[in-house]
């Protein structure tokens, strides 16, 4: 049985080679993009509100909501990097139930794409609120004999974030594949029910660690000034 469809290469010249994670990957982003058109193509502010454009509302305040509480903060400078990391694990997890096709995220090198963007937002973000120097200071935060727990730590979650969603979805796929093999009827279809409720869990799942990993890149900075303006009171 196939475990992932990085081997499956479709188009090659050179180095270079298309296989079908790339496609499926690439299939997830024109969706995503049609969708959004439909979304947008005839905004309203009034009462009545088209289904895309209602539904597509619904999903952004609920992502605020949930930025909001986890950051404690205004959510709009990561509300585009975050909604669109959820909503692009979620529907390559919907693939789930399509006959023939093999989600991307159960490719151990597209969620490991993905853990490499959370692992650079990360930084990012930190510095456009805090700065360089605020950013590193929490490297040595409380002590510099932090500095290599922080950067163990920092690669082991990116680490953690990719191999947790591949696993999950490369799972279920397996297992419902097998079950459709041996027994084509009820049971398959139970199975790919329940993998399509997992890989909404893990999109939310994924979504909610970088937000929290980004929560606490930004206020580290905050809160290592705060304990360095504290002893330089208590020292004067």
């Given at each position: 049985?196939?475990?992932?469809?990085?081997s499956?290469?479709?188009?090659?010249w050179?180095?270079?080679?298309?296989?079908?994670?790339?496609?499926?990957?690439?299939?997830?982003?024109?969706?995503?993009?049609?969708?959004?058109?439909?979304?947008?193509?005839?905004?309203?502010?009034?009462?009545?509100?088209s289904?895309?454009?209602?539904?597509?509302?619904?999903?952004?305040?609920?992502?605020?909501?949930?930025?909001?509480?986890?950051?404690?903060?205004?959510?709009?400078?990561?509300?585009?990097?975050?909604?669109?990391?959820?909503?692009?694990?979620?529907?390559?997890?919907?693939?789930?139930?399509?006959?023939?096709?093999?989600?991307?995220?159960?490719?151990?090198?597209?969620?490991?794409?993905?853990?490499?963007?959370?692992?650079?937002a990360?930084?990012?973000?930190?510095i456009?609120?805090?700065?360089?120097?605020?950013?590193?200071?929490?490297?040595?935060?409380?002590?510099?004999?932090?500095?290599?727990?922080?950067?163990?730590?920092?690669?082991?979650?990116?680490?953690?974030?990719?191999?947790?969603?591949?696993?999950?979805?490369?799972?279920?796929?397996?297992?419902?594949?097998?079950?459709?093999?041996?027994?084509?009827?009820?049971?398959?279809?139970?199975?790919?029910?329940?993998?399509?409720?997992?890989?909404?869990?893990?999109?939310?799942?994924f979504?909610?660690?970088?937000?929290?990993?980004?929560?606490?890149?930004?206020?580290?900075?905050?809160?290592?000034?705060?304990?360095?303006?504290?002893k330089?009171?208590?020292?004067?």
């Amino acid at each position: 049985m196939e475990v992932s469809p990085d081997s499956t290469v479709i188009w090659s010249w050179g180095f270079a080679h298309i296989n079908l994670t790339l496609l499926y990957t690439w299939g997830v982003m024109a969706l995503l993009t049609f969708f959004a058109w439909l979304a947008t193509r005839k905004l309203s502010i009034g009462p009545v509100l088209s289904r895309w454009q209602n539904f597509f509302e619904s999903v952004i305040v609920l992502a605020q909501r949930h930025i909001r509480d986890i950051i404690g903060m205004e959510p709009q400078r990561y509300l585009p990097f975050l909604a669109t990391l959820f909503l692009f694990i979620s529907l390559s997890n919907l693939l789930i139930v399509v006959p023939g096709v093999h989600p991307p995220t159960g490719s151990l090198s597209t969620t490991a794409a993905l853990a490499l963007c959370v692992f650079f937002a990360v930084p990012a973000y930190s510095i456009a609120e805090r700065g360089v120097r605020g950013y590193l200071k929490h490297y040595v935060h409380p002590s510099p004999l932090m500095l290599p727990f922080h950067v163990i730590g920092e690669l082991t979650r990116t680490l953690t974030l990719a191999v947790r969603l591949f696993g999950s979805i490369m799972s279920e796929f397996m297992i419902a594949a097998a079950l459709l093999a041996i027994i084509p009827f009820l049971l398959p279809v139970v199975m790919k029910l329940f993998g399509l409720l997992i890989g909404q869990i893990q999109a939310y799942i994924f979504a909610v660690l970088a937000t929290i990993y980004i929560a606490s890149a930004v206020t580290a900075g905050e809160q290592a000034r705060d304990h360095t303006s504290g002893k330089e009171a208590s020292n004067g």
